[in-house]
């Protein structure tokens, strides 16, 4: 079993910057990849970002080079760093961790980006 515990949401005026962490426990030694996906009340959830235990990673299209996650493997922590934030990030931001064949979820972080 892995548990994830998302921080670093918040309210944040259009064009600012928020850092969000996802910290794993548990099983940590079993965690392969990690990723964030977001949701809004009423629509489906969407993928934003992943990265492996390698460092490879890849970005959802709307991410455009705002976003960038990151890994600390011996912490068994990742972080989301979103710069140029517009009102369309306002969303519940929430981490995954894929691990021996399953995915995990934290409970998510409120961001909201409003002037």
């Known amino acids: 079993q892995v548990q994830l515990v998302e921080s670093g949401g918040g309210l944040v005026p259009p064009g600012g910057s928020l850092r969000l962490s996802c910290v794993a426990s548990?099983?940590?030694?079993?965690?392969?990849?990690f990723g964030w996906y977001r949701q809004v009340p009423g629509k489906q959830q969407e993928f934003v970002a992943w990265i492996s235990n390698a460092g490879a990673t890849n970005y959802a299209s709307f991410v455009k080079g705002r976003f960038t996650i990151s890994r600390d493997n011996a912490k068994k922590m990742n972080f989301l760093q979103m710069n140029d934030l517009n009102v369309d990030d306002t969303a519940v931001y929430y981490c995954?961790?894929?691990?021996?064949?399953?995915?995990?979820w934290g409970q998510g972080t409120q961001v909201t980006v409003s002037s």
């Open positions: 995954n961790a894929a691990a021996e064949g399953r995915f995990y």
């Open positions: 548990g099983d940590i030694n079993s965690i392969q990849n």
